[in-house]
C-alpha cells in the first residue's frame, strides 16, 4: 500500500523540509496545476495522481465531470491520466434527486431497482472504454439530501460493482456517515460493502461542523449558503480525532486478516487547492497526522 495525501502547498512544504513523507499526492484533474507540479523545474517530488471528477448514477448512460455539470472532456481526461500515470478513472457513485424525480416522494427502498440500473449504465461506458481494471466507483453518503438514499445501500453498490466488474474506491469517512445515516453499525456496513473489489482507500477526518471551521470558510470568503449548509453537520474532510484513528486502525486490521483486497493507495483527504481546502489546511496539523498515517499504513513501530 502506498500512502496519497492531498496535494496543498503545505504538505509540499512539509514533505521538503523532510518533515513529513508521502509515496504520492492525490490531485484535482486541474490541467494548470497538473502542468505546474510536473515541470521538472517545480521542485515538487512525483509521483502523483488524479482524483477525476466524475459522477455516476443519472441513467443516461453518460457519467457527468462534476466542476462542469457535463459530459467530460475525455481526450482531456486521457492526456492528464497518460501524464501522471494514473492508475483508474474514479467516478461517485451517487443518484442525485434531480436525475430521477419521479423517485423523490416514493420510499427508499422503491428506489434501489432503478438506482442499481441507472449506475450500472453509466458505469458499463467507463468499463468498456477503459478497462474494468481501470474504473473504480467510490461509495458516497446522502449529504443531507444531495443523494437518494438507495445509492449508499450495500447491496446496490455490491450489485453495480460485481456486475461492472469495477473496482472500488472505499471512501471510509463517507461509510461512517451512511452508517449513521441508515441506523446501523459503521463496521457492519464497511463490512457489507464491496471489499473485495477494494483498490484505493480514502482517510479523513469526520466532526462536528462547528464554528472554529465556519469562520475559516467565511474568512475566505467561500459562499454562506454553502456554509450554513454544513455548519452543525457531522462531515468529513477535517483533521482526524480519536475516533477516526480507532477506525482507521480497525480498517487496516481488516486488510491485513485478509478480509478484505488490500488496496494500492491510500489517501488522506485533508487539506487541499481551492479555495474552500486552502482554507481548512492546517500546516500543523499536516505535520502531525501525515507521519502518523504513514507509519500505520507502511507498518512502521
Known amino acids: 500500500m502506498e500512502l496519497a495525501v492531498n496535494y496543498s502547498t503545505a504538505i509540499a512544504d512539509l514533505v521538503d523540509r523532510g518533515l513529513a513523507t508521502v509515496d504520492r499526492y492525490k490531485c484535482p484533474a486541474w490541467p494548470d496545476l497538473i502542468?505546474?507540479?510536473?515541470?521538472?523545474?517545480?521542485?515538487?517530488?512525483?509521483?502523483l495522481y488524479i482524483h477525476f471528477p466524475l459522477r455516476v448514477g443519472m441513467g443516461t448512460g453518460i457519467p457527468i465531470n462534476t466542476e462542469i455539470g457535463e459530459a467530460p472532456d475525455w481526450a482531456q481526461f486521457e492526456e492528464l491520466r497518460a501524464k501522471t500515470g494514473t492508475p483508474w478513472f474514479s467516478a461517485h457513485m451517487g443518484?442525485?434527486?434531480?436525475?430521477?424525480?419521479?423517485?423523490?416522494?416514493?420510499?427508499w427502498n422503491d428506489q434501489v431497482r432503478v438506482i442499481t440500473e441507472a449506475l450500472i449504465r453509466d458505469i458499463e461506458p467507463l468499463v468498456e472504454r477503459f478497462g474494468a481494471e481501470h474504473v473504480v466507483g467510490e461509495n458516497i453518503f446522502e449529504y443531507y439530501g444531495m443523494h437518494l438514499r438507495a445509492s449508499v445501500m450495500p447491496d446496490v453498490l455490491c450489485t453495480v460493482v460485481e456486475t461492472t466488474g469495477c473496482g472500488l474506491l472505499l471512501d471510509l469517512s463517507h461509510a461512517r456517515i451512511?452508517?449513521?445515516?441508515?441506523?446501523?453499525?459503521?463496521?457492519?456496513?464497511?463490512d457489507a460493502l464491496p471489499v473485495s473489489h477494494l483498490r484505493e482507500m480514502h482517510v479523513t477526518g469526520v466532526q462536528t461542523f462547528s464554528d472554529i471551521w465556519v469562520n475559516r470558510l467565511r474568512d475566505a470568503g467561500?459562499?454562506?449558503?454553502?456554509?450554513?449548509?454544513?455548519?452543525?453537520?457531522?462531515?468529513?474532510?477535517?483533521?482526524?480525532?480519536?475516533?477516526d484513528w480507532a477506525f482507521l486502525d480497525w480498517a487496516l486490521g481488516r486488510i491485513r486478516d485478509g478480509a478484505w483486497r488490500e488496496p494500492e493507495i491510500v489517501a488522506f483527504e485533508?487539506?487541499?487547492v481551492g479555495p474552500e481546502f486552502e482554507a481548512l489546511t492546517v500546516p500543523e496539523v499536516l505535520a502531525e497526522q501525515v507521519p502518523r498515517l504513514y507509519r500505520m499504513v507502511h507498518r512502521i513501530v
Open 178 to 190: 451512511a452508517a449513521r445515516d441508515l441506523g446501523m453499525d459503521p463496521r457492519e456496513y464497511v
Open 222 to 243: 467561500i459562499d454562506l449558503d454553502y456554509i450554513e449548509r454544513i455548519r452543525g453537520q457531522w462531515i468529513d474532510h477535517l483533521p482526524m480525532t480519536d475516533d
Open 95 to 107: 443518484a442525485q434527486p434531480e436525475d430521477h424525480p419521479e423517485l423523490v416522494d416514493r420510499p
Open 35 to 47: 502542468e505546474e507540479l510536473t515541470d521538472d523545474r517545480s521542485g515538487v517530488p512525483h509521483p
Open 270 to 272: 485533508y487539506g487541499g
